[in-house]
Nanobody, 123 residues
Framework: QMQLVESGGGLVQAGGSLRLSCAASGRTFSSYHMGWFRQAPGKEREFVSAIIRVGGSTYYGDSVKGRFTISRDNAKNTVYLQMNSLKPEDSAIYYC????????????????WGQGTQVTVSS
């Protein structure tokens, strides 16, 4: 079983920045593609970003492209989401997830999920 623990969420003013971290257990972290999703009240889970296992290719949802950056450090079993120029509509619970499949924008592709971290952006 792979365990994922998010951290770094909190309250931030619009236009500010946060960096989320997701720490993974196990010794096979580098074999997984990693993704970030978010879910706001009353809305479906939304794809935010993903990074392939080697870390060379990244993907972003249209709503965050140009503002968010995903990265990973396989030596630390950690994936990051740097969030800049935050907007109130970015407020959501952010989840990290791991998969060995493709279709990285789809929640159903992911086998393991963290418990989420709350991000609130004030207007």
């Amino acid at each position: 079983q792979m365990q994922l623990v998010e951290s770094g969420g909190g309250l931030v003013q619009a236009g500010g920045s946060l960096r989320l971290s997701c720490a993974a257990s196990g010794r096979t972290f580098s074999s997984y593609h990693m993704g970030w999703f978010r879910q706001a009240p009353g809305k479906e889970r939304e794809f935010v970003s993903a990074i392939i296992r080697v870390g060379g290719s990244t993907y972003y949802g249209d709503s965050v492209k140009g503002r968010f950056t995903i990265s990973r450090d396989n030596a630390k079993n950690t994936v990051y989401l740097q969030m800049n120029s935050l907007k109130p509509e970015d407020s959501a619970i952010y989840y990290c997830a791991a998969t060995q499949l493709w279709g990285l924008n789809l929640p159903t592709s992911y086998k393991y999920w963290g418990q989420g971290t709350q991000v609130t952006v004030s207007s």
